[in-house]
């Protein structure tokens, strides 16, 4: 079974310019997360979809990230424009069910803002 | 507010035992998760508790109390490859998954 996939592994962007990162989630897989992850610090949501629909953006600064998750299957997290502390590795997770916890994590976008 | 509080290093030997402890405040527990994560990789699931006692899977086992809003981790037989961060997570009321930062394990020869 084909795990969580992202792409691109690494993107290096100068400030102001934009980015997007995509993810494949496991097949069947209902939920799919959005996490930032900076060094040393542990995951921190930005947005939750239930199939298409984003049940928890809360945590998504709005003004420059925004996301999508069409058909309910693929995702696309995208940022215009980046700022400097932007840079941080970009985790899709995904889950047959909100109740289990249990992510399947992909292996991370890193993004390095110059 | 909600926090999650687990030590940011430790060290052992190889083929030793390892505690790693993690305390928790959050709104509403719905069980409480610890992952993997090697460097430069994705965390990966160890495992999960929800009522209190230990739940043991090989080597690893894990420990949870709701009353102390505490749980533990503990590594047997350690080895190089369990050279690791470590991170707790408990599931809120709203099944919001509320992380810890890490206990990056260091194991030594």
């Known amino acids: 079974e084909a795990g969580v996939v992202q792409s691109p592994r690494y993107k290096i962007i100068e400030k102001k310019q934009p980015v997007a990162f995509w993810c494949n989630p496991i097949?069947?897989?209902?939920?799919l997360y959005w996490y930032l992850q900076n060094l040393g610090q542990g995951p921190e949501l930005l947005i939750r979809?239930?199939?298409?629909?984003?049940?928890?953006d809360s945590q998504l600064p709005k003004d420059r990230f925004s996301a999508e998750r069409l058909k309910g299957v693929d995702s696309t997290l995208k940022i215009q424009p980046a700022e400097l502390g932007d840079s941080a590795v970009y985790l899709c997770?995904?889950?047959?069910?909100?109740?289990?916890?249990?992510?399947?994590f992909g292996e991370g976008s890193r993004l390095t803002v110059l | 507010g909600q926090n999650i509080d687990q030590p940011t290093e430790m060290t052992a030997t190889e083929g030793a035992i390892v505690q790693i402890n993690c305390t928790y405040q959050?709104?509403?527990?719905?069980?409480l998760f610890w992952y993997q994560q090697h460097a430069g990789e994705a965390p990966t699931f160890l495992s999960y508790?929800?009522l209190d006692g230990l739940e043991e899977k090989g080597r690893f086992s894990s420990f949870l109390s709701r009353s102390k809003g505490y749980s533990y981790l503990l590594l047997k037989e350690l080895q190089m490859k369990d050279s690791a961060s470590y991170l707790c997570?408990?599931?809120?009321?709203?099944?919001?998954?509320?992380w810890g930062a890490g206990t990056k394990l260091i194991i030594k020869p």
């Open positions: 979809y239930e199939n298409e629909e984003a049940v928890d």
């Open positions: 508790n929800v």
């Open positions: 997770a995904s889950s047959t069910g909100t109740v289990t916890g249990e992510l399947f």
């Open positions: 097949s069947g897989h209902n939920t």
């Open positions: 959050t709104s509403g527990f719905n069980g």
């Open positions: 997570a408990s599931l809120d009321s709203n099944y919001q998954l509320i």
